[in-house]
């Protein structure tokens, strides 16, 4: 039971930094008098990014007087969640309880300080709070534009130019985010690039005079794509579609301090531009599609002797390994969206007891026939007990765990579900050809695949599979959708050691292209998302609240 009868309500949000991991406030609703049972009107407006772990605090106070400082009020409770569990609860509303913590933070300072209001117990239930989470309309928005270049610079020296662009949508803090590429066109200084469609959320987050920067490249087999050039645009300003507003001079700017005689580079050309309302990947997750999650591990023999500490799957008992990290920075996010917290895990590259034959697709947790483990925590403590069970070996075959996943997908293209495959490898991949095949294959199912490559190998062949300049092929055959998404984890180690800050950047660009990626499978299929469950009917000691 609340300690009074009655109370008069007020909710503070919190938002926490990723670096700094400093809770902020965010908001506050307005107050609710003389009731157990406040049902908050003002709705925080929060920018949801499906790759990102965002944690929220929701502050309870009973508020007696019109002070703005918290610490003159009672504390009542407060509960813990991600944006990601509210989006990802069924109808996207989720109910939380509300407890007295043994501290609370100081609402300016942010130091712990003893709870004492309520005579509160810590840890002990003290209500329920309703959370719920809408997606505003600009963000249901997809616009499709196509764009041509004229006179590009050359910068093959046996032949022309192998051009594609670049676009990056720009951040509060002045900061630039890849958003699209287009395809390569080979061998012009002219080149006409497909038509694409993109969300408007994803091109400019809903802000139509934010600054959308364009960079044009020479693309280079090796990786080392030479820059043509750049320039700066707008969605107000693509929206008014083919005009004399949307021709753009590509602009070298080491060329334009050097040469005093330089113009331009080129010239970009909007040739068209539409918008449309379309479903959102939020609109399948509200109507209760599952995202299912399965991680496969290499235990091949290049990652060295996991007792030595030169061994990449060593076990420092004071910080995760690259896997282990590579795992939870990806899974923490993926496990908002499965209602059942329930993983298949696999390895792949080891000899295996009893019998120690070579496999490529055996189950962490040593049961063939239900290799679930619960929860990420369970993931990790499956694969720790594998290391001393089974022998590393070799060689490096994806194309076995790839096509595991996609028999399961294969079985469920109604849209109620999707898959995301982790491939977590250290070496150069063994069976290109079937890889290639197998996700070919996978391309046509509800499924995408995320793959880290740790250690300090080369790792071009899995450019080659992250199909984002060429789309991957098979025997003639191009791969429907592009579904994979390959970094290397060495990029994310941060000087500092600030670990918590790598895995936020590598989950970051590693799950950025999973909506999208998700939508294409969806309106590919013409599947359109179900009705969200009705609205819960709060009784009993309930406070409830909206984002």
Known sequence: MLPRLELNGLCVLYTQGIETKQWRE?????????????????KFILDYFFEEKQNLRFDLYDVDSKS???SKHDFLGQTFCTLGEIVGSPGSRLEKHLTIGAFTLHSKTGKPMPSVSNGGIPGKKCGTIILSAEELGNCRDVATMQFCANKLDKKDFFGKSDPFMVFYRSNEDGTFTICHKTE??????NPVWQSFSIPVRALCNGDYDRTIKVEVYDWDRDGSHDFIGEFTTSYRELARGQSQFNVYEVVNPKKKMKKKKYINSGTVTLLS?????????LDYIKGGTQINFTVAIDFT???????????LHYMNPYQLNAYAMALKAVGEIIQDYDSDKMFPALGFGAKIPPDGRVSHEFPLNGNSDNPHCSGIEGILEAYHESLKTVQLYGPTNFAPVVNHVARYA???????????????????ISDMAQTKEAIVNAAKL?????????????FDAMVELDGDDIRISSR????????VQFVPFRDYIDRTGNHVLSMARLAKDVLAEIPDQFISYMKGRSIKPNPAPPPYAPTGQTLQTEI
Request: no cysteine; glycine share 8%; hydrophobic share 40%.
């Open 26 to 42: 965010f908001g506050r609703t307005e107050v609710i008098d003389n009731t157990l049972n406040p049902d908050f009107v003002r």
């Open 68 to 70: 703005p400082d918290l």
């Open 184 to 189: 390569v066109v080979k061998n012009t200084l």
């Open 273 to 281: 531009f539409a918008t449309e309302s379309e479903h959102t990947f």
């Open 301 to 311: 023999a290049s990652n060295g002797n996991p007792s030595q500490s030169t061994s």
């Open 410 to 428: 294969a079985a469920v293209q109604d849209g109620s579900q999707y898959f995301i495959l982790l491939i977590i490898t250290d070496g150069v």
């Open 446 to 458: 509800p499924m995408s695949i995320i793959i880290v490559g740790v250690g300090q190998a080369e």
């Open 476 to 483: 003639g055959k191009i791969a429907e959708r592009d579904i």
